[in-house]
Protein backbone atom coordinates (compact mmCIF):
# COMPACT_ATOMS: atom_id res chain seq x y z
CA UNK A 1 0.00 0.00 0.00
CA UNK A 2 1.35 3.41 -1.18
CA UNK A 3 1.99 6.19 1.35
CA UNK A 4 -0.48 8.09 -0.82
CA UNK A 5 -3.12 6.10 -0.27
CA UNK A 6 -2.65 5.65 3.22
CA UNK A 7 -2.77 9.19 3.69
CA UNK A 8 -6.03 9.42 1.46
CA UNK A 9 -7.58 6.78 3.56
CA UNK A 10 -6.91 9.03 6.85
CA UNK A 11 -8.59 11.40 5.30
CA UNK A 12 -11.21 10.06 3.91
CA UNK A 13 -11.95 8.16 7.87
CA UNK A 14 -12.13 11.92 8.97
CA UNK A 15 -14.70 13.19 6.36
CA UNK A 16 -16.70 9.55 7.02
CA UNK A 17 -17.22 10.11 10.67
CA UNK A 18 -18.05 14.14 9.88
CA UNK A 19 -21.00 12.56 7.27
CA UNK A 20 -22.26 10.14 9.72
CA UNK A 21 -22.61 11.89 12.67
CA UNK A 22 -24.23 14.75 10.61
CA UNK A 23 -26.60 12.16 9.05
CA UNK A 24 -27.27 10.44 12.32
CA UNK A 25 -28.62 13.86 13.84
CA UNK A 26 -30.84 14.42 10.94
CA UNK A 27 -32.47 10.89 11.30
CA UNK A 28 -32.57 11.14 14.60
CA UNK A 29 -34.58 14.52 14.77
CA UNK A 30 -37.07 12.81 11.58
CA UNK A 31 -37.70 10.08 13.70
CA UNK A 32 -38.51 12.30 17.05
CA UNK A 33 -40.80 13.98 14.55
CA UNK A 34 -42.36 10.67 13.59
CA UNK A 35 -42.59 10.04 17.24
CA UNK A 36 -43.63 12.62 18.90
CA UNK A 37 -45.86 14.59 16.21
CA UNK A 38 -47.40 16.31 18.83
CA UNK A 39 -44.71 18.38 20.20
CA UNK A 40 -42.93 19.25 16.39
CA UNK A 41 -46.55 20.01 15.27
CA UNK A 42 -47.49 22.34 18.39
CA UNK A 43 -44.25 24.49 16.94
CA UNK A 44 -45.01 24.58 13.56
CA UNK A 45 -48.81 26.23 14.64
CA UNK A 46 -47.01 28.44 16.75
CA UNK A 47 -44.95 29.58 13.37
CA UNK A 48 -47.65 29.48 10.52
CA UNK A 49 -51.13 29.18 10.61
CA UNK A 50 -50.82 27.42 6.64
CA UNK A 51 -52.40 24.23 6.63
CA UNK A 52 -49.65 23.11 4.12
CA UNK A 53 -47.48 23.65 5.94
CA UNK A 54 -47.04 20.32 7.60
CA UNK A 55 -47.10 18.57 4.51
CA UNK A 56 -44.68 20.94 2.49
CA UNK A 57 -42.30 20.28 5.42
CA UNK A 58 -42.93 16.62 5.08
CA UNK A 59 -41.23 17.05 0.90
CA UNK A 60 -38.02 16.10 1.68
CA UNK A 61 -35.74 13.26 -0.18
CA UNK A 62 -33.18 11.29 2.00
CA UNK A 63 -30.05 11.66 -0.45
CA UNK A 64 -26.72 10.85 0.52
CA UNK A 65 -27.41 10.73 3.91
CA UNK A 66 -29.11 14.24 4.19
CA UNK A 67 -32.62 14.95 4.13
CA UNK A 68 -32.90 17.56 1.01
CA UNK A 69 -36.19 19.49 0.28
CA UNK A 70 -37.88 19.00 -3.03
CA UNK A 71 -40.05 21.41 -4.58
CA UNK A 72 -42.98 20.11 -6.96
CA UNK A 73 -43.91 22.81 -9.78
CA UNK A 74 -46.86 21.86 -12.33
CA UNK A 75 -45.66 22.45 -16.21
CA UNK A 76 -48.21 21.29 -18.83
CA UNK A 77 -46.39 22.32 -21.64
CA UNK A 78 -42.96 21.01 -19.96
CA UNK A 79 -41.56 16.88 -20.05
CA UNK A 80 -41.96 15.44 -16.77
CA UNK A 81 -39.28 15.06 -14.68
CA UNK A 82 -36.47 15.34 -12.09
CA UNK A 83 -33.60 18.30 -11.68
CA UNK A 84 -30.97 18.07 -8.89
CA UNK A 85 -29.45 21.42 -7.95
CA UNK A 86 -27.02 20.21 -5.09
CA UNK A 87 -29.63 21.29 -2.62
CA UNK A 88 -32.99 20.77 -3.79
CA UNK A 89 -35.09 18.06 -5.50
CA UNK A 90 -37.10 20.54 -8.37
CA UNK A 91 -40.11 18.27 -10.02
CA UNK A 92 -41.75 18.96 -12.93
CA UNK A 93 -45.23 17.48 -12.96
CA UNK A 94 -47.62 18.23 -16.58
CA UNK A 95 -50.61 17.04 -14.33
CA UNK A 96 -51.22 17.65 -10.70
CA UNK A 97 -52.60 14.11 -10.41
CA UNK A 98 -49.07 12.59 -11.36
CA UNK A 99 -46.81 10.96 -8.15
CA UNK A 100 -44.06 13.13 -7.51
CA UNK A 101 -42.77 10.04 -5.45
CA UNK A 102 -42.27 8.02 -8.49
CA UNK A 103 -40.38 10.69 -10.82
CA UNK A 104 -37.74 11.50 -7.56
CA UNK A 105 -37.53 7.67 -7.03
CA UNK A 106 -36.75 6.74 -11.15
CA UNK A 107 -34.31 9.55 -10.87
CA UNK A 108 -32.79 7.71 -7.74
CA UNK A 109 -32.27 4.42 -9.59
CA UNK A 110 -30.98 6.10 -12.92
CA UNK A 111 -27.84 8.48 -10.59
CA UNK A 112 -27.09 5.32 -8.81
CA UNK A 113 -26.50 3.47 -11.80
CA UNK A 114 -24.37 6.21 -12.48
CA UNK A 115 -23.05 6.65 -9.46
CA UNK A 116 -22.34 3.00 -7.86
CA UNK A 117 -20.60 1.75 -11.40
CA UNK A 118 -18.63 4.78 -11.33
CA UNK A 119 -17.42 3.63 -7.65
CA UNK A 120 -17.12 -0.03 -8.02
CA UNK A 121 -14.92 0.64 -11.18
CA UNK A 122 -12.70 2.95 -9.44
CA UNK A 123 -12.57 0.72 -6.07
CA UNK A 124 -11.99 -2.50 -8.19
CA UNK A 125 -8.90 -0.65 -9.06
CA UNK A 126 -7.57 -0.12 -6.16
CA UNK A 127 -8.23 -3.66 -4.40
CA UNK A 128 -7.17 -5.43 -7.74
CA UNK A 129 -10.32 -7.46 -8.70
CA UNK A 130 -12.00 -7.81 -11.96
CA UNK A 131 -16.06 -8.01 -12.11
CA UNK A 132 -18.13 -9.41 -15.05
CA UNK A 133 -21.32 -6.65 -14.40
CA UNK A 134 -22.91 -4.39 -11.98
CA UNK A 135 -26.37 -4.61 -11.73
CA UNK A 136 -28.81 -2.05 -9.92
CA UNK A 137 -32.25 -3.72 -7.99
CA UNK A 138 -34.88 -2.66 -5.69
CA UNK A 139 -33.39 -4.58 -3.21
CA UNK A 140 -35.56 -4.67 -0.07
CA UNK A 141 -33.79 -7.49 2.16
CA UNK A 142 -30.23 -6.73 0.57
CA UNK A 143 -28.03 -4.27 0.42
CA UNK A 144 -26.31 -5.75 -2.37
CA UNK A 145 -24.41 -8.85 -3.14
CA UNK A 146 -21.75 -10.68 -5.38
CA UNK A 147 -22.65 -13.70 -7.15
CA UNK A 148 -20.46 -16.53 -8.22
CA UNK A 149 -20.29 -15.16 -11.92
CA UNK A 150 -18.81 -12.17 -10.33
CA UNK A 151 -21.40 -9.74 -10.95
CA UNK A 152 -22.15 -6.84 -8.21
CA UNK A 153 -25.90 -6.57 -7.51
CA UNK A 154 -27.01 -3.39 -5.98
CA UNK A 155 -29.96 -1.70 -4.01
CA UNK A 156 -30.48 1.64 -5.79
CA UNK A 157 -31.44 2.60 -2.29
CA UNK A 158 -27.55 2.71 -1.62
CA UNK A 159 -27.83 6.30 -2.68
CA UNK A 160 -29.89 7.22 0.45
CA UNK A 161 -26.48 6.55 2.58
CA UNK A 162 -23.75 8.78 3.40
CA UNK A 163 -21.03 8.49 0.34
CA UNK A 164 -18.94 6.98 2.88
CA UNK A 165 -21.41 4.21 3.76
CA UNK A 166 -21.92 3.38 -0.07
CA UNK A 167 -17.90 3.14 -0.83
CA UNK A 168 -17.95 1.15 2.21
CA UNK A 169 -20.67 -1.27 0.53
CA UNK A 170 -18.98 -1.49 -2.66
CA UNK A 171 -15.38 -2.24 -1.17
CA UNK A 172 -17.75 -4.94 1.44
CA UNK A 173 -18.77 -6.84 -2.30
CA UNK A 174 -15.46 -6.53 -4.59
CA UNK A 175 -13.43 -8.23 -1.41
CA UNK A 176 -15.70 -10.94 -2.24
CA UNK A 177 -14.34 -11.43 -5.21
CA UNK A 178 -11.19 -12.62 -3.23
CA UNK A 179 -12.84 -14.38 -0.10
CA UNK A 180 -16.70 -15.51 -1.12
CA UNK A 181 -17.30 -15.73 2.51
CA UNK A 182 -16.94 -13.79 6.16
CA UNK A 183 -13.75 -15.35 7.76
CA UNK A 184 -10.87 -13.62 8.97
CA UNK A 185 -8.95 -12.96 6.17
CA UNK A 186 -11.93 -11.36 4.27
CA UNK A 187 -12.57 -9.16 7.06
CA UNK A 188 -8.55 -8.08 6.71
CA UNK A 189 -9.16 -7.00 3.69
CA UNK A 190 -11.82 -5.24 3.95
CA UNK A 191 -10.47 -3.28 6.85
CA UNK A 192 -7.37 -2.53 4.44
CA UNK A 193 -9.41 -0.69 2.29
CA UNK A 194 -12.24 0.38 4.60
CA UNK A 195 -10.66 0.88 7.68
CA UNK A 196 -13.62 2.26 9.38
CA UNK A 197 -15.79 -0.38 8.19
CA UNK A 198 -17.40 -1.13 11.82
CA UNK A 199 -18.69 2.15 12.11
CA UNK A 200 -20.41 2.48 8.37
CA UNK A 201 -22.32 -1.37 9.71
CA UNK A 202 -23.28 0.26 12.18
CA UNK A 203 -24.72 2.92 10.69
CA UNK A 204 -26.52 0.74 8.34
CA UNK A 205 -28.08 -1.06 11.40
CA UNK A 206 -29.26 1.85 12.95
CA UNK A 207 -30.88 3.64 9.94
CA UNK A 208 -31.93 0.38 8.04
CA UNK A 209 -35.27 1.60 8.19
CA UNK A 210 -35.42 4.93 6.91
CA UNK A 211 -33.57 3.57 3.87
CA UNK A 212 -35.68 1.39 2.81
CA UNK A 213 -38.91 3.21 3.51
CA UNK A 214 -40.34 4.92 0.10
CA UNK A 215 -40.41 8.25 -0.71
CA UNK A 216 -43.53 9.86 -0.13
CA UNK A 217 -43.80 13.76 -2.01
CA UNK A 218 -47.03 15.39 -2.22
CA UNK A 219 -47.87 18.43 -4.66
CA UNK A 220 -49.03 21.53 -3.01
CA UNK A 221 -50.72 24.39 -5.53
CA UNK A 222 -49.31 26.68 -2.92
CA UNK A 223 -45.51 25.84 -4.33
CA UNK A 224 -46.54 26.84 -7.60
CA UNK A 225 -46.20 30.79 -6.47
CA UNK A 226 -43.08 30.18 -5.22
CA UNK A 227 -41.64 29.27 -8.92
Known amino acids: MSANFTRANCYNLIMADTQSVVSDVKLFLEKLKKDL ?14 AAEPAQMANRVLYGGDLLPAKMYLTPDQEEGVVFDGNTFHVYLQQAST ?3 LLVTQWLRQKAEEVLKEKTKNWAEKIGVTYNNVVIKDQRTLWA ?3 GKQNINYSYRILKMP ?35 KHHRRWLNEHKDAIFEDIHLTYQPEEQEEK
Open 163 to 197: SAVQDYLVVHELCHLVHMNHGEEYWQLVAQFCPDH
Open 145 to 147: SCS
Open 99 to 101: DPS
Open 37 to 50: PEVFGSQNAEQSSD
